[in-house]
DNA sequence: GTCATTTGACCTTG
DNA sequence: CAAGGTCAAATGAC
């Protein structure tokens, strides 16, 4: 098995920390911009500099999921399976038992409900250690045409019935819309919102988040009020489905409309901002898995 | 008969 | 060795 040097480890965190830096600059570039009059905007548009944050945050973040990824073995299995020769014969063919712990490719999400409109099939089920509840494992029903989707769910302790969720690859199977392909720290009530967190919380829901259209564009910046988030336009039925914290970005037909609210923008937006770049500078800190597309 | 779930064994990782 | 992820036979539902 293969294992992260130290120099190494460092040289990609050193990486991660530049093109986050560098998301800080091009964030405060943007609320320069946004906080000028709209036809004075000059060449550089609010949408690509929002683009050119979400690289950077993607490509840091892919920096610091690779430290991981190195340690997990290789596919095939081959390797991992044909070395510990003291213990009982296998076959190599047999996979049996054979799993990658947490990959780079692997997000969470807590919800008060499991579903996500995509068909799982259940495949096992664990008692976790300190847990009150067993976790059960699914993966995609598309397996047997290569979909690798897998997700795991454990019901939280507490008063409410709430459920982690861990996903591990995205889909690549035609049964509906991907899974998102990004979360950080989601808004567990709109997880299309992605909350650079002020310090104040009721701030937060009204500014400084980023709304991600999982739909087509993969990202359109803006402060948005979560209220305005539905065109007028928009069905109740549609708006339903707003409702439901996960159900746009796993299989909506209603593409969303985000009114941009630039008369709302205050300091405190990307202050925000500010304020989660410096702490992601804490990488040891950093509860992130995914690639990013 | 087909497909999904359950469950204990098997396996890897740390 | 403990904990956790996966497999596959047994079982159940339709």
Not at 58 to 83: M, V
Not at 127 to 143: M, Q
Not at 156 to 175: A, F, P, R
Request: charged letters at 30%; glycine letters at 4%.
């Amino acid at each position: 098995m293969g294992s992260l040097s130290f120099d190494n480890f460092h040289a990609r965190k050193r990486n991660a920390m530049v093109k986050l830096v560098k998301g800080k600059e091009i964030a405060v570039q943007l609320q320069t911009l946004l906080r000028e009059p709209v036809q004075d905007r000059g060449p550089v548009s609010a949408e690509k500099l929002a683009f050119q944050i979400y690289r950077s945050f993607s490509d840091s973040l892919s920096e610091l999921s690779s430290c991981t990824s190195d340690q997990i073995p290789a596919a095939d299995g081959a390797a991992s399976y044909g070395d510990s020769g003291s213990k009982k014969k296998r076959v190599v063919k047999d996979r049996r038992g054979c799993y990658k712990r947490r990959t780079s490719d692997s997000w969470e999400k807590i919800s008060p409900s499991m579903e996500d409109n995509y068909a799982w099939r259940k495949y096992g089920q664990k008692t976790i250690f300190g847990a009150d509840y067993p976790r059960s494992y699914f993966r995609c029903t598309h397996k047997k045409e290569g979909c690798k989707a897998l997700k795991q769910v454990q019901r939280i302790k507490g008063d409410e019935v709430m459920y982690q969720t861990t996903y591990l690859n995205h889909h690549t199977c035609n049964e509906t819309l991907r899974a998102p392909p990004l979360v950080l720290d989601s808004d567990p009530i709109d997880p299309n919102l992605i909350s650079f967190q002020t310090s104040n919380p009721s701030e937060q829901d009204k500014h400084g988040q980023f709304c991600i259209n999982s739909t087509k564009k993969p990202l359109v910046v803006s402060s948005v009020k979560r209220e305005e988030c539905v065109s007028e336009d928009v069905s109740n039925e549609a708006k339903s489905t707003l409702e439901d914290p996960w159900h746009d970005i796993t299989g909506l037909e209603y593409e969303p409309v985000w009114a941009p609210y630039q008369d709302e923008v205050e300091s405190t937006t990307l202050h925000g901002l500010d304020m989660e770049v410096d702490q992601l500078c804490d990488i040891q800190n950093f509860k992130y898995f995914d690639q990013m597309y």
